[in-house]
C-alpha cells in the first residue's frame, strides 16, 4: 500500500469557507421568505397586531434563552478544542517510550505495538472525522492495550505506569468525544427556542409597523439574528460533526492528524535489533 494511501493526513478536509458561505446562504434564502411573506400581509392588509412594548419583552425574552443555549454549548465547544490535541500528545508519548524500550532492551518485541499505535492513531482520526462506530475504535484500542501489557517483560514499572496512564488518557478522550456527539444540551429548551423564534418571526410579520421600508428592516434584522444564532447554537452541539455536510464550526484534527503521520513513519521502517 503507497504511503499516500495510509497517510490519514492526506485525506482532504471539508472546506470551511464554503460550509460558511453555505450556511450565510440558507440564512439568506429564509430571510427571502420572510420577507416576502411580509409584502404579501402587507398587501392583502393581514396586519392583524400592533406592536406595543410586549413585543420588546418578547425578542429580550428570546435573547435571553438563546444566551442560555449559547453558553452551555460553548462550554462543550471550547472543551472539544482541547481534545485532539490532547489525544495527540498522548499517542506520541506512547510511541516515544516504546521507542525507548527498544532501545533500553533490544531484545524487547516493540515493533508489533508500534504497528498497532500506528493503525489505532488512523483509526482515531477516521472515526473523529467520520463518526463511526465507537464500539470498533474502543477494541482496537483495547488490542492496543494488550500489546502494551505484554511490554511490562522487559519495562520497568513505573514505565508501564505511564504507558497504561497514557493508554487511559485517551480512553477517556475516546469516550469523552462519544458522549458529546451524542448528547444534546437540554433539548426541551431547544424546543422552546425554536417554537419562540417561529411565533416572535410570525408576530412581526403580522405586525402593522409603519413606514413599511422600516418594517422591512426591521423585520429582516430581528430574524437574521435569531435565526443566525440559533442554527450556530445547533452547530456548536457538536464540535466534531465534520461528516454532517450541514455542519459549518468544528474543532480542528490536523493535531491527530499529524500525529498518525508521524507515528505510521516510525512504524513502517522497522527497528533493527
Known amino acids: 500500500m503507497s504511503a499516500s494511501s495510509r497517510d490519514p493526513a492526506t485525506k482532504p478536509d471539508p472546506r470551511p469557507l464554503l460550509r460558511r458561505l453555505w450556511f450565510f446562504g440558507r440564512v439568506g434564502l429564509v430571510l427571502l421568505a420572510i420577507e416576502a411573506c411580509r409584502v404579501l400581509v402587507h398587501q392583502e392588509h393581514w396586519e392583524v397586531l400592533t406592536p406595543n412594548p410586549l413585543f420588546s419583552a418578547l425578542v429580550a425574552s428570546e435573547v435571553f434563552l438563546l444566551g442560555f443555549l449559547l453558553n452551555g454549548v460553548l462550554t462543550d465547544y471550547k472543551e472539544g478544542e482541547k481534545l485532539p490535541g490532547e489525544l495527540a500528545a498522548a499517542l506520541e508519548c506512547l510511541a516515544l517510550e516504546v521507542q ?38 474502543l477494541e482496537r484500542l483495547d488490542t492496543l492495550q494488550l500489546s502494551i501489557e505484554r511490554l511490562g517483560v522487559w519495562n520497568p514499572a513505573p514505565l508501564q505506569a505511564r504507558l497504561l496512564l497514557e493508554l487511559a488518557h485517551i480512553r477517556r478522550g475516546v469516550q469523552r468525544i462519544d458522549v458529546i ?20 418571526i410570525v408576530g412581526l410579520v403580522l405586525s402593522r409597523i409603519e413606514p413599511f421600508a422600516e418594517s422591512l428592516f426591521f423585520i429582516g434584522v430581528i430574524s437574521l439574528l435569531l435565526i443566525k444564532l440559533l442554527l450556530l447554537i445547533t452547530d456548536l452541539d457538536n464540535p466534531f460533526g465534520a461528516s454532517q455536510a450541514l455542519s459549518v464550526e468544528n474543532v480542528s484534527l490536523h493535531p491527530v492528524a499529524h500525529a498518525a503521520q508521524r507515528l505510521r513513519r516510525v512504524a513502517e521502517p522497522g527497528p533493527t535489533g
Open 100 to 137: 525507548g524500550l527498544g532501545l533500553r532492551q533490544p531484545e524487547a518485541e516493540v515493533q508489533g505495538t508500534l504497528a498497532l499505535l500506528a493503525d489505532f492513531s488512523e483509526s482515531l482520526l477516521t472515526w473523529m472525522r467520520e463518526a463511526g462506530p465507537t464500539l470498533l475504535l
Open 181 to 200: 456527539r451524542s448528547t444534546t444540551f437540554v433539548p426541551s429548551v431547544y424546543g422552546v427556542a425554536y417554537i419562540g423564534t417561529g411565533v416572535l
